[in-house]
């Protein structure tokens, strides 16, 4: 199907739901539990009309939000229930994370085995690369260290030192949970399941003291530098999102067919995201305003050009071997022409973080970034939230309050010393 009928069959399915619910076939009404109407809800309409990566969040937050609500009836919840959820996520070991590092002894143990790193992942039933994050001493899921353990003969306490992480939830993830308890249930009273929805009347944590990670413009200059030196299977992609600003997604996405070198343009049009269990997959932007033609810098047409020649030369060396898809001309492959994976570049940012000493910085902190220097450059708001694709100018404005304020400030200083 093409992408227009996808979108009419999807339509056509949830008017179809809509009018089941509305006619009684579909049993969700005010006595329904909740947490039947929450699986009702992803099952019948969050799979029709959400993205994966919102049904994957959802799915996520249900699982809390069910131990907590989930024996409510749909016309017995109330606000004071859902405000008493938003408290205990700011209650102190509410995580309920805890995580494992392995004792110095554990490479000895694993070689006691007689098998190869691969082979004992398998027997672990985790993956090589979990195996590996514990060889080097980072924490692991409490989880994979019982696998780890069991593999070998031996309790998890004679391997690792566990550690639960007691902090509270942060702001923004409350807001996340809430997010996802109001779209259930404002499709709940849509469907006149109830007469209102009770998570309007909660009150959430301000998110006011959040401050975007970005680098000040002495740092993204020496990051520039120091990329340099890096191949340019990394180096390209790093500099181009510093250039442009883009989400990781629409990076990763970005096809030739949607440049204009000439006029130094690029359409974000798609999007590449992983979600586990479904794996990597192309969407469409995250909103409409996603969707959008965005002017770019003569120095990020030219690592683009850079690229091009590096990837054609790749193409041309590796011959029949050469695993670009047909009809995916994707920008930001690796050597045998496979898009990046989504995470690959984000671990790879970590790494060269790490050992340049940089200040700390993601691959999100680049497009934190870019607004950052355009706004110190006293770009108007309302442009620099066109080029990041913010639904508003507010939004903007909210994200890099603190960043407006500084560049006000030195404005200000300028201003004094003319008089």
């Not at 706004?375 to 603190?402: C, E, F, K, M, W």
Request: glycine letters at 6%.
């Amino acid at each position: 199907m093409t992408s227009r009928q996808v979108e009419k069959e999807l339509n056509r399915q949830i008017v179809r739901f809509e009018e089941q619910v509305k006619s009684g076939s579909v049993a969700a009404d005010g006595n329904t539990w909740f947490v039947d109407f929450a699986e009702r809800y992803m099952k019948d309409y969050g799979r029709l009309s959400l993205k994966p990566t919102t049904q994957a969040n959802y799915t996520r937050n249900l699982v809390r939000i069910n131990q907590a609500i989930g024996h409510i009836r749909l016309k017995d919840l109330t606000p004071m229930h859902i405000q008493a959820f938003y408290r205990n996520l700011q209650e102190t070991g509410v995580r309920q994370h805890t995580t494992a590092t392995a004792a110095p002894g554990l490479a000895e143990q694993i070689a006691q085995q007689h098998m190869s790193k691969s082979a004992f992942s398998r027997k672990a039933g985790i993956t090589h690369q979990t195996v590996s994050q514990a060889l080097k001493g980072s924490p692991i899921d409490l989880e994979s260290a019982e696998k780890i353990a069991a593999a070998i003969g031996t309790e998890v306490k004679a391997l690792f030192t566990v550690n639960a992480d007691m902090k509270p939830l942060a702001p923004a993830t409350i807001h996340s949970y809430h997010r996802t308890l109001s779209s259930i249930l404002d499709k709940a009273r849509a469907w006149k399941c109830i007469s209102q929805n009770p998570a309007q009347g909660a009150t959430l944590p301000s998110l006011a003291g959040r401050k975007a990670r970005y680098l000040d413009e002495p740092d993204a200059r020496r990051m520039l530098q120091l990329l340099q030196a890096e191949p340019i299977k990394w180096r390209a992609p790093i500099i181009f999102d510093l250039l442009s600003g883009l989400r990781r997604a629409e990076l990763l996405g970005l096809r030739w067919s949607d440049v204009d070198m000439d006029n130094g343009v690029i359409h974000i049009v798609q999007t590449s995201n992983y979600v586990a269990g479904t794996g990597v997959y192309v969407d469409t932007p995250k909103t409409e305003d996603s969707d959008r033609y965005l002017k770019v810098s003569r120095t990020a047409v030219m690592i683009l050009v850079e690229f091009k020649r590096w990837q054609d030369e790749m193409r041309s060396r590796v011959g029949d071997a050469w695993e670009g898809t047909p009809g995916d001309d994707r920008i930001f492959t690796n050597e045998v022409g496979c898009p990046l994976f989504p995470t690959s570049i984000t671990q790879w940012m970590r790494k060269f973080i790490k050992r340049t000493g940089l200040p700390s910085a993601c691959v999100h902190s680049l497009r934190h970034t870019y607004a950052s220097l355009l706004i110190a450059d006293r770009t108007p708001l309302v442009v620099v939230s066109n080029n990041l694709g913010h639904a508003q100018v507010s939004t903007t404005s909210d994200i890099y309050s603190h960043v407006i304020a500084s560049a006000e400030a030195k404005a200000a200083q300028v201003t004094d010393q003319c008089h």
